[in-house]
């Protein structure tokens, strides 16, 4: 699941451009938000924190690390209560994303990504911190590091706290990777609506909703971008179509009559050259 992080190019204006990489910030981009997920399922922002509920528009809910050693990391906390009654749980879950230096210190543990790098560590329980959130105390702690930018949308998911204490298992039914599969089309006037037949991609506090177990084994995660842009003759000012896609790599690789491998490009973007984009249209918008 780390292809929520969207292919940016700048958006067409005049003629076509090379994009430029950004040089003028040294440390990571990583998402930077949070939310709390109540016992009835309901997801709530905390306070003072975007929250993480749509990376169709990833700019909102990015920062720029001040540290430029930091990886990216996302932590998710659960808060575990017995009803004296019923003897049934409730469990309140919060989840943040955002640089290390801002996540990394857990009660009195500090847990750094130079140690576990591309990687997730469960807190253990002797080392749970001692904070409360609404009278529910912690009862399971995991934190991931990632090395990339916005790498760090995927959640860290331990199996929620039922009766006592659990160690997580890992899934090892599924071959292929988990990826996120899911798709938008953000309008000139900037609106983001849904493609046909695929979910929209505007939530990742609860990524199940929109992640799949890609069929072919070595299968990379996948993000696509299209820019769909035309000239209105009267004023001569474009307007842009944007078709975002996020799925496994066999979905997405086939590119007009080009293929595109992860195994020759692998953690990387590539930008298709102008010759040769596919010759297919959204609205009558040309590619």
């Given amino acids: ?27 990571k981009q990583c998402y930077n938000c949070g ?19 749509d990376f169709a528009t990833p700019d909102d809910i990015t ?9 990216c990391a996302s932590l998710k906390e659960y808060f575990i209560t017995i009803d004296e009654t019923t003897k049934e749980n409730s469990t309140v879950i919060i989840g943040r994303h955002g640089c290390e230096t801002d ?7 500090t847990v750094l990504c130079s140690e576990h790098t591309d990687q997730c560590v469960n807190i253990e329980h002797a080392s749970l911190p001692d904070h409360q959130d609404n009278n529910v105390t912690v ?14 949308a995927d959640d860290p998911l331990p199996p929620e706290p039922t009766s006592g204490y659990t160690t997580p298992s890992a899934d090892t039914t ?10 938008y089309r953000k309008t000139p006037s900037g609106e983001v609506e849904a493609l046909p037949d695929l979910a929209e991609c505007n939530d990742f506090a609860t990524p199940d909703d929109i992640t799949t177990t890609c069929s072919n084994d070595g299968d990379c995660c996948a993000s696509l971008k299209e820019y769909f842009i035309t000239i209105d003759e009267t004023t001569k000012e474009n307007s842009t179509v944007i078709i975002g896609r996020h799925g ?28 040769s984009l ?7 918008v040309t590619v």
């Fill in 1 to 27: 699941r780390c292809n929520a992080d969207d292919p940016i190019p700048p958006e067409p204006t005049s003629g076509y451009t090379t994009p430029s990489a950004d040089t003028t910030k040294a440390g």
């Fill in 35 to 53: 939310y709390r997920k109540t016992p009835s399922g309901e997801v709530e922002a905390l306070p003072d924190l975007a929250e993480c509920n």
């Fill in 63 to 71: 920062t720029t690390c001040s540290n430029d050693g930091d990886c």
């Fill in 103 to 109: 996540l990394s210190h857990i009660g009195e543990q």
């Fill in 139 to 152: 009862s399971d702690i995991e934190i991931c590091f990632c090395s990339g930018d916005r790498c760090n």
């Fill in 174 to 183: 599924k071959a292929g990777k988990q990826c996120y599969n899911c798709g």
């Fill in 248 to 275: 496994c790599e066999t979905d997405l690789s086939h590119i007009g009559e080009q293929t595109v491998l992860c195994s020759e490009h692998t953690d990387q973007c590539v930008n298709i050259e102008h010759a």
């Fill in 278 to 284: 596919p010759d297919h249209q959204d609205n009558n």
